[in-house]
């Protein structure tokens, strides 16, 4: 039973954190209405699937794995369904080792047919189709296909004619922009119109810089999993067996590179394969999903809770034991490959949680290369010192040696764990407005997270799995308490609304704030048309600022650069400030079809709304994005992305404020 916990708890987190290379969709879908007399017809959704993949039908337990195919009606406009759709063949049915159950599927192609009933003389139909397929090497996520059918009937003499809408058309521009408001006096299309940029309006490109950041922050996980009690003593005895092996000391330096690079290899290899399983776009939505938030948090959560020895999370025995018996077989360079095989499986309960907080992480910056580049960071550094103790042996000799300070490690790595699983439960809060984790409620949990790991620094007490509190205390350990009860100090004030630029990435924005002695912000409209007309109505330029909830680098510009002095002065005596938040879940008051790319796309929400905006009008969809615009909608500053030199966002304002007056 602990074995298949384990096992489910590993595929949840690698399933879940995978992001990246392009995979075509393999199911194409159409739809069309078959009339069989005046009033009866039939909606037929026919799905193409690609070779060699499979599509999982309506059959499928939700709750055993795959997400099976299911049809949702959104808009029954002049008729009546009868009964349940029918697909044109049986489903293949066959046992799955992964899901430890019978699953069933379609193969090359299939046709669902649901029949209905027309009430009224013009009717219109709306259905969203989720679905889900495999093949034997990667998975698509749960996709779903819009469906607009619309037709006419010829109703009974006797029979009331019920009014419907003739067809469903594409929205214009007044029909996106329109809601429940009404707006002052503003040229709707000129406003959304798309921007033109001239040669010296900059483009910046962060993700170069986002990527350094997983490297690094891998990097340091990796040198971070080293000390702990499944990884440190392994050193040694790996060395001391290539050393003894070797028939010269260039054949052991040898082995033990091949060995290292065995190692990065495989987790190179990991980090390509999470990236392989998803589209590209996937892993924004993921990095914004409050679903897949909460699921982070409740990851993170699980793996701290296994630091503070509640349990062990590891992989199967059999596993390790086959690439043991492997490499005992084997001989050469594939021999060695199998030992660091063994080596990442036997170290998982260890490394396991490291990697699953560091490809979360990866996932959340949206980037499609991070988990290679995370997994490629974390593995060199897992290598470097096999590599380095091989070369000079005798640095072992002043090596620490294995001991209880290896689960002081655990410990403090189970502490940053659960403060950083509260990052992505504010995610989600955010996205949705619950308020349940604003931001002194947020603050008060780190105060306590970090105090509580200060003290435990400081021996005054024990998890029961690594036995009673020692009192006595190295030095080492006295430092790391001191900064840890000095960070706790540190977060108090932010508490009444001191802006913590040294967390703002982290922390909820102070907008959250209940109570702020540090001052209130500018007004921020959080819908363009009302900022717009306002902007004409002050006389002042507009400061656009595409955000998001699950937008790390947004609150960092926020806290570091938007929240300084002068820049706050600046904008708030010279701007209208528009924020529009690209994954708000705010519901609009009915969906909006736009054309795009050739294919009609539905906007649900605000978010996706401002989302297209930004799309339609600047060309872009990364986070942060600011643009100084006039009134009449026009680019006259920027784009400016993620940065944080202050001068250079001073001179992107002060370049859109010469150029409105001009």
Known sequence: MKRKIAFFITLIYFSILSASAQIVN???????????????????????????????????DPDIGPTPLSIQWDKLDGVKL???????????????ELFGANLSWWTESVVLRQPFTATAAKFAIEATIRYSACNNENCIPPTKETVILSGTAKLPAAQPEKAAP?????????????????????????????????????????????????????????????????????????????L?????????????????????????????????????????????SATC????????????????GAFDIKLPASWANKMDSSAERTTGLLSIF?????????????????????????????????????????????????????????????????????NTVKVVLGFIELALSLKFLSVADLAYGWHILDRETFLALWIVIFALLGMYLLGKFN????????????????????????????????????????????????????????????????????????????GKPVLIDFSGYGCVNCRKMEGKVLDDTNVHAMIENNFVVIKLMVDEKKSLPEPVYVEENGKKVRLDTYGDRWSYLQRYKFNANAQPYYVILNDDGELISGPFSYDEN?????????????????
């Open 26 to 60: 393999p199911v194409k879908w159409t739809s069309s209405i078959e009339m069989t007399d005046g009033v009866h017809g039939t909606i037929v959704l026919s799905a193409k699937i690609n070779s060699g993949w499979h599509m999982y039908s309506h059959d499928v």
């Open 82 to 96: 009868d009964g349940d759709f029918k697909a044109d063949k049986a489903v293949h049915t066959e046992f799955d």
């Open 166 to 242: 003739d067809t469903i058309e594409t929205a214009t521009l007044d029909e996106v922009i329109a809601d429940d408001e009404v707006k002052p006096e503003v040229d709707a299309d000129r406003l959304w119109a798309p921007v033109t940029y001239s040669d010296s309006d900059t483009h910046d490109d962060y993700s170069s810089t986002s990527l350094w950041y997983i490297f690094f922050a891998c990097f340091i996980g990796g040198f971070v999993a080293l000390l702990t009690p499944c990884v440190w003593p392994m050193i040694p005895l790996t060395v001391s067996f290539f």
């Open 244 to 288: 003894k092996k070797g028939k010269s000391r260039a054949r052991s330096v040898t082995d033990a590179f091949v060995y290292g690079l065995s190692i990065i290899v495989i987790y190179l290899l990991l980090g390509l394969l999470i990236t392989a399983i998803f589209g590209a776009s996937s892993l924004n939505a993921l990095s914004t």
């Open 293 to 308: 938030n909460i699921i982070f948090f409740l990851l993170l959560v699980v793996f701290a809770i296994s630091f503070f």
């Open 338 to 406: 199998f030992m660091a095989f063994t080596l990442t499986l036997v170290s998982f309960s260890c490394t396991g949680p490291i990697i699953g907080t560091l490809l979360v992480e990866a996932a959340s910056t949206g980037d499609k290369l991070g988990p290679a580049v995370g997994m490629f960071g974390f593995s060199l550094a897992l290598a470097i010192p096999f590599c380095l103790f091989a070369m000079f042996p005798s640095l072992l000799q002043s090596a620490p040696r294995s001991g209880g300070w290896m």
């Open 463 to 538: 998890f029961s799995h690594y036995g009673p509190a020692n009192s006595s205390i190295g030095t080492v350990r006295f430092f790391l308490a001191m900064a840890s009860l000095s960070f706790s100090v540190y977060l108090v004030p932010g508490l009444w609304g001191a802006p913590l630029k040294g967390v703002s990435a982290f922390v909820p924005p102070l907008y959250t704030q209940d109570f702020n002695l540090y001052g209130g912000g500018f007004t921020e409209y959080d819908d363009y048309d009302e900022g717009m007309a306002a902007a004409r109505k002050e």
């Open 646 to 662: 202050i001068p250079k966002f001073t001179m992107f304002l002060e370049k859109g404020i010469k150029n409105y007056k001009e």
